[in-house]
Every structure is written in structure tokens, then in C-alpha cells.
């Protein structure tokens, strides 16, 4: 698969992937990394490693309308023939007719098992700290494909981990961070093997 990556801050979920294509674990390449930040850790990353960047600005989402900023994206996946969309800590809403042209093809990491703690406003130490003051005792990873809703794309993958008494909204980060990182190549890899499969509007792995 040619991978185009959507990231707007530190990248880690972005880095395990390169990682995991450098090891030879995977076999797609990343061609692009979309960002709404310069400034983000994730172009670094990218510049670094020698992955091409395309900046679709704040303004342009304040300034636009959505058709417009739709035909921008689609004209930058076009132009380097990406196939398949990799989102990993993007913080902007996916134009539908984006979502419509790789229908399946876009997945998202969340940090905690979905449909919990998903939603608007539901993103990096948020969710933990959410999921902290809930006092509820487990949280994890949801894989999702992406559709025209926030988080509510159907569900791939998740695994799980304990939170204990001793857990703070950071001590929770890292142990879900460590699960993305493992599983997120994981699943990128039953893409490529063709061993995901929607049926009647399911999700079945094999």
C-alpha cells in the first residue's frame, strides 16, 4: 500500500510505522504525511526520514468552505497516489467526501475502548484523565475505520490493559501508548495480507 499519514502533533504512532517499514515488518511505504501544524513534531519526523509533507493550514479549515477544502485533499492524495489513510493524532475533522472516496480505507487509533470516552474533544490526555475520573478499571486501544462521525467508525481492533489505584492520567498515557505502538503496525499488516474484511456492515479479522 502507498500510506499517506494524517498527523498534527509528537508523531510516535507515525514513528512506530516507519519503524516497523524499516525492519521489513511491513511492506507498504508511507509517500505522504498530512498535517495541519508546520510545527509539529510529526513534520520533523517525516523531514527526517525523507517522507514528503503537504501543510493543509488551521486557516484554510477557518477560511473555506468544506467542498473546497475537500478538493485540497483529494488533489494532494491524487498527486502522490496514496491508497490508503493512516490517522495518527490528527485534530481535525476528515472532509466527507474524503471519508466517501477511501471509503475503508481510513482507519484511526483511540485511545480508550470505544464508544467510551470518544467524541469531540476526545483526544490525547484528555481521554485519560477522562477515563481516570470515571474510576473505571480498564482501557485500551480502539483500531477504527473513519466515517463522517467522530469515533463512531466501525471497530477493527482493541486491546485492553488495567488501570489500577496507582494510575494517573500519565502513568495511563504510557501503558496505552505502548499498546499503539505494537498494535497499530499489527493491524497495518492485516491490511496488507487482505485479512480484513467488512461484511454486512461488520468487521471480520483473521
Known amino acids: 500500500m502507498k ?37 509539529c513534531n510529526a513534520v520533523k519526523i517525516a523531514a527526517s526520514h525523507g517522507i514528503n509533507f503537504e501543510i493543509i493550514s488551521n486557516q484554510l479549515y477557518k477560511t473555506i468552505p468544506q467542498k473546497e477544502l475537500a478538493r485540497i485533499f483529494l488533489k494532494i492524495l491524487k498527486k502522490h497516489k496514496s491508497d490508503f489513510i493512516v490517522l495518527a493524532g490528527f485534530m481535525k475533522f476528515i472532509p466527507v467526501e474524503v471519508v466517501n472516496k477511501f471509503r475503508n480505507k481510513i482507519i484511526n487509533i483511540h485511545p480508550a475502548l470505544l464508544p467510551l470516552f470518544g467524541g469531540k474533544g476526545m483526544f490525547g490526555i484528555n481521554v485519560h484523565r477522562a ?56 493491524i497495518i499488516k492485516k491490511f496488507e495480507d487482505r485479512k480484513i474484511k467488512v461484511r454486512e456492515d461488520k468487521v471480520w479479522v483473521s
Open 131 to 186: 477515563v481516570i475520573k470515571s474510576g473505571v478499571k480498564v482501557s485500551g486501544i480502539t483500531i477504527h475505520f473513519v466515517n463522517e462521525i467522530y469515533d463512531e467508525g466501525r471497530i477493527i481492533f482493541q486491546k485492553c490493559c488495567n488501570v489500577t489505584s496507582n494510575d494517573d492520567e500519565f502513568t495511563l498515557q504510557k501503558k496505552i501508548q505502548k499498546l499503539e505502538h505494537k498494535y497499530y503496525p499489527d
Open 3 to 39: 500510506i499517506c499519514v494524517f498527523a498534527s502533533g509528537t508523531g510516535t504512532n507515525f514513528k512506530a510505522i516507519i519503524d516497523s517499514i524499516k525492519k521489513g515488518y511491513l511492506r507498504s511505504k508511507i509517500n505522504l504525511l498530512i498535517s495541519n501544524n508546520p510545527n
